[in-house]
């Protein structure tokens, strides 16, 4: 088998004849060249989180093969299976839907919480490239978000819902059945601009306003993760820092920022959870203790 790179702050389980566990640490990348065989590749030498997926995309069939997935489906589509909207019996809810599954941050996501090996859905533009890119992994799904029956469709058996661009969530009327919303906001980020750039992302404010507000308002446990400026830069390198005023201020790897929105999916808070954070010093080596700390102190206004 050809060599794969998987990303940092990974623990995956490979199926095959034999089981094998590759852990990658945030230092390190560990290559696959060939069963039972790892290459561990210095940290200078990692590439960036959206080559890596391109490199799963590319490594398709065969790296599908070894996982142990069914194959993909028809260029054509004709074997897509559709979901019987007369179904009257819901299914466990156990999945994760990811809005805006085709963009950059979405498909770090996405591909995050498939190492972790979660039952994924994902509200994409282009299914077929979608299905081309991820396979049987991830059930995608392309149509009108405001229809109200696509809707029911999409939220069909999802538990958390992870929104990682601003805008994704106002269209859903409803969200019934769901258990936890997660928000990646720019909104503190936006807030802290001034002159032009502040006149640029208007827009972008405005949605991210009204995201919050409907998220806060749902009656849903939430996390909103209000990130510093997002950068293409490597993840895993820094620690970080979630003082007060910092996302206003401070910068984000988008890779560590869709990293720690799939860490949030395992810590449902009782009621919601708002906090900041940008790369910093701060280690953490237990994110369950982390969005504990973070929920127990004491409740600011949103504003």
Same mark, same amino acid.
């Given at each position: 088998?050809?060599?794969? $790179?998987?990303?940092?702050? *990974?623990?995956?389980?490979l199926? =095959?004849q ?6 990658? *640490?945030s ?16 940290a ?5 989180? /959206? ?20 194959? $993909? ?6 074997s /897509?299976?559709?979901?019987?909207e007369?179904?009257?019996v ?5 999945? /994760?839907?990811? *809005?805006?599954?085709? =963009?950059? +941050? ?7 919480l498939? /190492?972790?090996?979660?039952r994924? !859905? ?37 538990? *958390?819902? +992870? ?11 409803s969200?019934?059945?769901v ?10 980020a936006y807030?802290?601009? @001034?002159? +032009? ?5 208007g827009?972008?404010?405005?949605l991210?306003?009204k995201?919050?507000?409907? #998220?806060?308002? =749902? ?19 820094? @620690?970080? =820092?979630?003082?007060? @005023? ?21 810590? #449902? ?12 010093g701060?280690? #953490? ?6 969005? !504990? ?11």
């Amino acid at each position: 088998m050809a060599g794969y $790179l998987l990303p940092y702050h *990974t623990s995956l389980f490979l199926s =095959s004849q034999n089981s094998h566990r590759i852990t990658a *640490t945030s230092s390190f990348l560990f290559k696959i060249d060939r069963p039972g065989s790892l290459v561990c590749c210095s940290a200078k030498k990692k590439a960036g989180f /959206v080559d890596q997926i391109l490199d799963y995309i590319e490594g398709g069939p065969k790296l599908r093969k070894w996982y142990g997935a069914p194959d $993909l489906l028809p260029k054509d589509g004709s074997s /897509v299976e559709e979901d019987d909207e007369s179904a009257e019996v819901e299914e466990d809810r156990d999945a /994760v839907l990811v *809005t805006d599954g085709d =963009s950059e +941050i979405g498909q770090m996501v996405i591909l995050s919480l498939i /190492v972790k090996r979660s039952r994924i !859905k994902a509200l994409v533009k282009d299914k077929r490239a979608a299905m081309e890119a991820f396979g049987t992994y991830v059930e995608s799904m392309a149509g009108d978000a405001n229809d109200k029956s696509f809707q029911r469709k999409a939220l069909r058996g999802v538990r *958390t819902i +992870i929104c990682p661009n601003e805008g994704s969530i106002s269209n859903f009327g409803s969200l019934m059945g769901v258990q936890h919303i997660i928000l990646l906001s720019q909104l503190s980020a936006y807030r802290g601009t @001034g002159g +032009i750039q502040a006149l640029m992302q208007g827009n972008a404010r405005k949605l991210a306003e009204k995201d919050e507000s409907i #998220v806060t308002g =749902s009656g849903i446990p939430y996390t909103i993760i209000r990130a510093g400026l997002l950068q293409n830069s490597p993840g895993g390198k820094e @620690g970080f =820092s979630f003082k007060e @005023g910092v996302a206003a201020t401070g910068r984000l790897s988008k890779e560590d920022a869709a990293f720690i929105c799939v860490e949030a999916v395992d810590t #449902v808070p009782e009621t919601g959870l708002v906090f900041e954070v940008a790369n910093g010093g701060e280690k #953490v080596s237990d994110w369950k203790e982390c969005f !504990k700390a973070l929920v127990e102190k004491p409740d600011k206004q949103l504003q």
